[in-house]
């Protein structure tokens, strides 16, 4: 996902495990604006083609360290809020 990082995502799930979580998926688009892909979402469901779950969420970056969160946080498009 980082390709799409900050974006929002629609994607079709195809496999989940045993908790019911998503393992596996296809895109099936990607814009700057959720209200754009829940336009592209609620056309799907309206068509009735998408006979398996879906996932709309914003990509976002993962950070593993305080190291790796530091450098995300430096990255253009990242927004910090002061607290």
């Not at 390709?3 to 019911?20: C, F, P």
């Not at 398996?52 to 950070?63: D, S, T, V």
């Amino acid at each position: 996902m980082a390709k799409h990082s900050g974006k929002w995502v629609l994607i079709q799930i195809t496999e989940s495990d045993e908790g019911g979580w998503p393992v596996q998926g296809v895109l099936l688009g990607w814009s700057l604006s959720r209200k754009r892909m829940s336009e592209v979402l609620l056309d799907k469901l309206r068509q009735g083609v998408m006979p398996r779950p879906y996932c709309l969420f914003k990509a976002i970056p993962r950070a593993r360290t305080l190291t790796e969160f530091r450098e995300i946080l430096r990255r253009p498009g990242i927004e910090t809020v002061d607290a």
